[in-house]
């Protein structure tokens, strides 16, 4: 086996594990919700994130970052309010709302927004597929939201809601910061608009988690926040830009449907979650409907469409 080859193995292995863990950060969230409240959850996270993000850069410029002008700076702002607090605090009040599973379907439709979002830019058009896929992903959502319709479960129905808006924030961003990164690259991109984008959740969640017993948490809750935070949210990302930058993102991207199957598998084993068929059928034609229009592109002609 070639050195190319043995490394493109250990780089898809690297990926089913990743799959595994944020498959599981799903039921890790929620228990860690219930222990220290989503807002004290977000406080503790965007406390912990800086210092990560900085030791990042450390690590990779030493003291001396990188000149920067103004405007790109400005933008590193801005991708940081979209990424972190238009986006992240929802996904997490979402999924505190919702339950494990239907968190991670929902968010999986993430690239029907990235799609529409290129086409409202004419970066992209909507082939005959693109439609089909759209439009069968539409229908599995509802389908796979009837039981809570229905039922008038009204909190986990707005969970998901928030999820969808969360979801196509996190298109927005990543449509937007692809210039950025092209400029500066991904860590550097990634640490400012960490840096930023933690001051605005700070201010925002600090006042609600006031009356979190800090000091009584036990040991468990915190190693389960530490996996949540700096094993999956921030080493995650950063081992999946590896795995991208090796195996290529086309050849990559499918392995992200395999997460809410693990998701559902794991909430259902560790904290009893049940599906009706109903539900897993929903499921399944949501995401087929995703990947027939992620994988189904027509770009214009001379455009620089992105993928999700």
């Not at 004290?40 to 690590?59: D, E, H, K, N």
């Not at 970066?123 to 069968?136: K, P, S, T, Y």
């Not at 027509?298 to 455009?303: A, D, E, I, N, V």
């Amino acid at each position: 086996m070639t050195p190319n080859a043995q490394l493109e193995h250990r780089a898809l292995g690297v990926a089913f594990v990743l799959i595994l863990i944020w498959g599981a950060n799903f039921s890790v969230q929620k228990i860690v919700f219930h222990a220290m409240s989503p807002s004290g959850f977000l406080l503790a996270r965007y406390l912990a994130m800086p210092t990560f993000a900085l030791l990042m850069l450390l690590w990779r410029y030493g003291v001396r970052f990188p000149s920067l002008p103004k405007s790109d700076l400005w933008a590193m702002a801005k991708l940081g309010f979209i990424g972190h607090f238009l986006h992240v605090v929802p996904v997490t009040f979402g999924i505190y709302w919702s339950t494990a599973f239907s968190s991670s379907v929902i968010l999986a439709c993430g690239p029907i927004f990235t799609l529409l979002i290129l086409r409202a830019r004419q970066l992209e058009r909507l082939g005959r597929w693109q439609i089909v896929g759209v439009g069968v992903a539409c229908l599995g959502v509802l389908l796979f939201l009837s039981d809570k319709l229905l039922g008038g479960a009204w909190r986990a129905t707005g969970g998901d809601l928030v999820l969808l808006l969360a979801a196509s924030l996190f298109s927005y961003y990543t449509v937007t910061a692809k210039p950025i990164i092209e400029r500066h690259g991904g860590l550097l991109t990634m640490g400012y608009a960490t840096l930023f984008g933690s001051i605005p959740v700070v201010l925002f969640t600090a006042p609600m988690a006031w009356d979190v017993a800090w000091g009584e948490l036990p040991l468990q809750v915190w190693a389960l926040f530490l996996y949540a935070t700096l094993i999956s949210a921030f080493a995650g990302w950063l081992l999946w830009g590896w795995v991208n930058a090796v195996r290529g993102v086309a050849r990559t991207a499918p392995l992200m449907y395999l997460m809410p199957p693990v998701a559902g598998l794991l909430a259902w084993v560790f904290t009893g979650e049940s599906y009706s068929g109903t539900k897993i059928a929903g499921a399944v034609i949501c995401l087929m409907g995703v990947a027939v229009a992620q994988f189904a592109r027509q770009r214009l002609p001379g455009s620089a469409a992105t993928g999700a």
